[in-house]
């Protein structure tokens, strides 16, 4: 009797002793010889020029080994528009320490470098350094009038988008709600900032990041500096979170490597809690316009979904708000644009489900707001307006399974025991409401490589340069591996987080899993396959002539399928052949934004010999056969919320939040449900409490820690159930998995929104909501 897959089940993490005895390494964490360390100093305008550093005091104080500025620095090269790392620079058009020019408050201006960082923390307050100062806009709402269409988003994505006349069809609708929206600024807070160690020997680069694209990150390193990939090592083992702020490289990388360079000494460099509010990225605020039309049946004839969002000076992202709005929802008429305002701050970049986070805020709301003009149930609006198709591309969806989530969602928490009009029901002193929204991600997979590599002793071993950001790929490619090579979880070792291993995918548009697991799975295949070539063309095998497709890996040994007796060990095969190991290496070349990527690869590189060995993987050729034009990938789900609120206080309690979700085969259940309820909490933290402040006066960030940037604790957490409907995609891929990441926090801010306006009858449309706002007088 074969032992039961891996795949699914609830597998603790893999990693998890090392986690919690210290012995998982991460960035800052590497001992190394003759370590200096470095402290970044940073602006205090917020536009401007530098026009004299000091260094004479702070040179002289103790331990200082050097004062790194822009007239001592390294010059950087200017990264190329293509990169096959998908390497990205966060401040395109402001590279660290190249010039006097000032864009924003908490800019880096300066490294000073010394013996321990308590030194180089002090030397950094004794710099003496005048600017001269220029004005500053900082305010969105106040400079509406000076923002721009831009041309696309965040790797070519469309953003400005439109089917039918959505105008026309708003003027003559039978119902229809027209609301504005506002988000404020997010940031990202990791348990882990940002942190790099940097180490030159001779012309070689070793670099220890915390990144969520080692191959990215190696590529970038590689353009920005001027040294060959060959020469440069990029290793991230852990990290600790990201949420998108670690998926781009920012100036503290670049900046360790410049510093270690200048001293000719490894260099450590930490970011502060502080520092990493001002220059390591943070998501958009957000004002959106959302209009939505319908007939007496509920039927949307228009939708329009406007929105202004802020960018820097030095770089053009777009927070893409209206994104779902263009997929989510059947309707023949539909506007969705963006616009930019440029502002001295310090530059936005992805947060966990960028654009739709946001989006389905304004949408979601939106079509409870409509629900109730209509006097029909907010779960019925939305059965009235599915859509089997994705409406923007006419493509059908590989699988959606969302009515099914609406009904086991209403089902759990109790849906049928509302009563239609808010505030009429109580518990006690509290007003009780319940509150609903549609969640939906896409469905992201891209190329990636992998190796397997099996030993004589029976024990496995899988190398891929993607990364573990905390999410549990250490666990999940170890199961995989496992139940493909037929071998004891503890008999398989994933190796990850090395730019030496063969390049995976970053993490980043939940795609990992989808896109490093097939690699993985192609790979230990191929290793298989090499093994039973050798033995049925040996005379010596007790499996000579016989089929290879029939033989398997089982427990350290190769056997028959049909026979697990007849076979022999790996030690006796690889013995028997002078081998002390055998390797499969696989690169899936499939993307789900379009047609197949493209792969050149140098003649006679490492990577030309892995596409070799792909194409006579028969596991890669039937993935890759696969028609995936014809079809649009998403995830869906359902979140549903019972919340208290206190009249007098104002104070919101969250009970309970029933989360169904269709995001194909379903890979750990114990992880994913971690990961649904991670982005839960970030929801609570979007509806109730999160918000940067920026200083009027000085466009400075105000709340520059936890102790003023309020998140949710402990003392928060309501009941959670998360439900899995684990209907594998196939489609996507042969482990019919798709993205988990960033599909739990979207809809869940709306969703608490709208249980918040039953409870109370008042319609928040301004994040966050403050006990102000529901206050009544």
């Not at 401007?48 to 004479?56: A, C, E, F, P």
């Not at 012309?203 to 191959?215: G, H, R």
């Not at 530059?347 to 946001?358: I, K, L, V």
């Amino acid at each position: 009797m074969s032992a039961p897959l891996l795949v699914g089940q609830g597998v603790d993490r893999v990693d998890g002793r090392l986690k919690v005895t210290g012995g998982a390494k991460y960035a800052a964490e590497f001992n190394i010889e003759n370590l200096a360390y470095g402290v970044t100093v940073q602006s205090t305008i917020t536009k401007g020029h530098i026009s004299k550093i000091d260094t004479t005091i702070a040179k002289k104080s103790p331990g200082v080994i050097d004062i790194l500025t822009y007239r001592n620095a390294m010059q950087l090269h200017f990264p190329a528009s293509s990169d096959p790392g998908q390497g990205k620079f966060a401040e395109k058009d402001l590279l660290p320490l190249q010039s006097d020019r000032i864009f924003y408050d908490g800019q880096h201006i300066a490294v000073v470098i010394a013996e321990t960082f308590e030194q180089a923390e002090h030397a950094a307050s004794l710099l003496q350094i005048t600017y001269d100062k220029q004005d500053a806009i900082f305010d969105l709402k106040e400079n509406i009038g000076k923002s721009y269409k831009p041309a696309k988003g965040l790797g070519g994505s469309e953003v400005q988008l439109k089917r039918g006349d959505a105008e026309k069809a708003l003027q003559t609708a039978a119902v229809k709600i027209d609301e504005t929206y506002t988000t404020p600024v997010y940031h990202h807070n990791a348990m882990e900032p940002h942190a790099t160690i940097a180490q030159w020997n001779g012309d070689e680069l070793m670099i220890y990041d915390a990144t969520q694209s080692v191959a990215g990150s190696h590529s970038l390193m590689s353009q920005l500096i001027g040294v060959p990939k060959e020469k440069i090592r990029v290793v991230s083992y852990y990290i600790g979170g990201g949420f998108g702020s670690k998926g781009f490289s920012w100036p503290g990388t670049v900046m360790a490597v410049m510093s270690a360079k200048l001293v000719n000494r490894p260099v450590k460099l930490v970011l502060s809690r502080q520092q990493v509010f001002t220059t390591g990225g943070r998501r958009s605020q957000t004002i959106q316009n959302v209009a939505l039309g319908a007939d007496a049946s509920g039927k949307i004839s228009a939708i329009k979904h406007a929105s202004t969002v802020e960018t820097s000076f030095v770089d053009e992202f777009v927070e893409p708000a209206g994104v779902a709005t263009a997929m989510l929802y059947a309707s023949e008429n539909l506007d969705v644009s963006h616009n930019l305002v440029r502002l001295n701050k310090g530059t936005p970049c992805p947060m966990r489900a960028p654009g739709e986070a946001t989006g389905t805020f304004g949408l979601e709301v939106a079509m409870d707001e409509l629900a109730y003009k209509l006097k029909m149930d907010p779960v019925k609006l939305r059965l009235v307006n599915y859509t089997e198709t994705e409406p923007q591309k006419d493509k059908p969806f590989s699988s959606k399974n969302l009515k099914e989530c609406y009904e086991k969602g209403a089902q759990a928490i109790g849906w049928g025991e509302r009563s239609y009009e808010p505030r009429t029901m109580k518990d006690g002193k509290y007003l009780v409401g319940y509150g609903m929204a549609t969640a939906t991600y896409p469905a992201n997979r891209g190329k990636s490589s992998a190796k397997a590599i099996l030993f004589s002793d029976g024990h496995a071993e899988i190398e891929c340069a993607t990364q573990d950001i905390g999410t549990g790929t250490y666990t999940v490619m170890t199961q995989l591996a496992a139940d493909t090579l037929n071998l004891p979880i503890d008999k398989v070792k994933v190796k990850l987080g090395d730019s030496k291993f063969p390049q995976g995918a970053n993490s980043g548009g939940s795609q990992v899993t989808a896109s490093v697991g097939p690699a993985i799975r192609a790979a230990a295949i191929g290793a298989i396959q090499k093994v039973a070539k050798l033995v049925v063309n040996d005379k010596n095998s007790p499996l000579y002539k016989m089929d290879p497709e029939n033989l398997v890996l089982k427990d350290g040994l190769l056997v028959s399928n049909g026979n697990g007796k007849k076979g022999e060990s790996l030690f006796d095969i690889l013995k028997r052949n002078n081998l002390s190991q055998i390797e499969g290496q696989a690169s899936v070349n499939v993307s789900t934004r379009g047609q197949q990527q493209e792969a050149n690869p140098a003649a006679g590189s490492a990577e030309e010999a892995v596409q070799k060995e792909s194409a006579n993987n028969e596991a890669i050729k039937s993935d890759e056969a696969v028609d995936r034009k014809s079809y649009a990938f998403h995830s869906f789900g359902a979140h549903f919320v019972k919340v208290r609120v206190d009249p007098e206080l104002g104070k919101v309690y969250i009970d309970k939040i029933v989360g169904v979700m269709d995001i194909g085969k379903v890979m750990n259940l114990k992880l994913a449900k971690n990961q649904i309820m991670g982005g839960q909490i970030f929801g609570i933290g979007m509806a109730l409490m999160e918000g940067t402040e920026y200083d009027p006066v000085r466009g400075r960030v105000v709340t520059r820690d936890l102790a003023n940037y309020l998140v949710p604790v402990h003392a928060d957490m309501p009941d959670f159930e998360v439900i899995f409907l684990d209907k594998p995609d196939l489609l996507i891929s042969p482990i019919g998995a798709r993205g988990i990441g960033e599909i739990g926090i979207t809809g869940i801010t709306a969703a608490i929104v709208n249980a918040v306006y039953h409870a109370t009858g008042i319609r928040v449309r301004d994040l966050p909501i403050r006990p102000d706002k529901l206050i009544m007088v």
